[in-house]
């Protein structure tokens, strides 16, 4: 068993060290060329690093928000949420800093900068969900996803759009003081938004712990199948409904519960070992309750 806890280990931590890794490239090498305003603090840092053409500004103004926040992680969300995500933040740090400077696509208007603002969304995005996976985060508006997720039972990748009003307000002022021309303004607003539904939408699709569906299990044997739904995960429970099949006339249970899409594969294989006949099917669904238990994130 303690083997099998240091291997874990070893896989989280190799997994988070990969997060910041991928997070920093999407930086370094797309998002920061293309020149638009990330989220949060990070959008204040960039649109400063912009403004003064300064490249080491940006990491330094990271580093220091990041730092924040990760204090605010540690009280608000839970000491290894917040020891994760500082474990990201220093490998952000350093990869920004010691990657060798290389350019895969002009980041001109009238050239690729679509497509460096498209893939780094994507990068951007599938670093978050490794990170929130594994029971950390890149830092930033996700610590405040995280919090505001488990409060709220909203998606994390959610919290990023209002993390971006204020931070891509400040960008595109400091755009214009810089360049006084508002059709360039409105132009890196239009890449900007672009980048923030390309990464939160690829966020929410890989990361779904907040994501709630229905499961409703169709079986002869409701007392067995019930028993392992709440054997299997400790804080769900089931409702039971009497059925009559329509062609057979045969009388049956529909066993229903809701669980999280991250629950929803370990919860399947239970229910399929304990009535291997049964028919299952199961809906994302709106909605909840607050008082809907979801295990903290860490």
């Avoid at 409702?239 to 229903?256: A, I, N, Y």
Wanted: with cysteine; charged share 15%.
């Amino acid at each position: 068993m303690k083997l099998k806890t240091i291997k874990q280990c070893l896989v989280d931590y190799s997994m988070i060290i990969g997060a910041g890794t991928l997070y920093a490239i999407a930086l370094k090498y797309f998002v920061l060329p293309s020149k638009v305003i990330l989220t949060g603090t990070e959008g204040v840092a960039s649109a400063l690093s912009y403004y003064f053409d300064s490249y080491w500004l940006f990491i330094a103004l990271y580093l220091v928000f990041q730092l924040i926040l990760l204090i605010f992680a540690f009280l608000r969300v839970s000491s290894m949420f917040a020891t994760r995500s500082l474990i990201i933040v220093i490998t952000v740090v350093l990869f920004l800093a010691f990657l060798p400077e290389l350019q895969f696509a002009e980041p001109e208007p009238q050239n690729e900068r679509i497509i460096l603002v498209i893939f780094g969304g994507l990068l951007a995005g599938v670093a978050k969900a490794i990170a929130f996976q594994r029971r950390g985060s890149t830092g930033d508006e996700d610590i405040l996803g995280a919090y505001f997720a488990m409060k709220y039972l909203k998606p994390v990748g959610s919290i990023a759009v209002f993390a971006a009003i204020g931070s891509t307000s400040f960008g595109l002022l400091m755009d214009f003081m810089k360049n006084g021309n508002f059709e360039a303004a409105i132009n890196t607003l239009m890449y900007t938004c672009i980048y923030i539904f390309i990464s939160t939408q690829t966020l929410n699709n890989l990361y779904r712990k907040f994501k709630i569906i229905m499961v409703a299990i169709i079986t002869r044997k409701f007392e067995i199948v019930g028993e392992t739904i709440t054997s299997t995960l400790d804080h769900r429970t089931y409702t039971v409904q009497p059925g009559l099949g329509g062609r057979s006339g045969e009388s049956f249970k529909m066993v229903r519960t809701i669980i999280t899409h991250e629950e929803l594969p370990q919860l399947i294989e239970a229910v399929e070992g304990a009535d291997p006949e049964c028919f299952y099917y199961h809906h994302d669904i709106e909605g909840v309750s607050g008082r809907y238990y979801i295990a903290p994130i860490g």
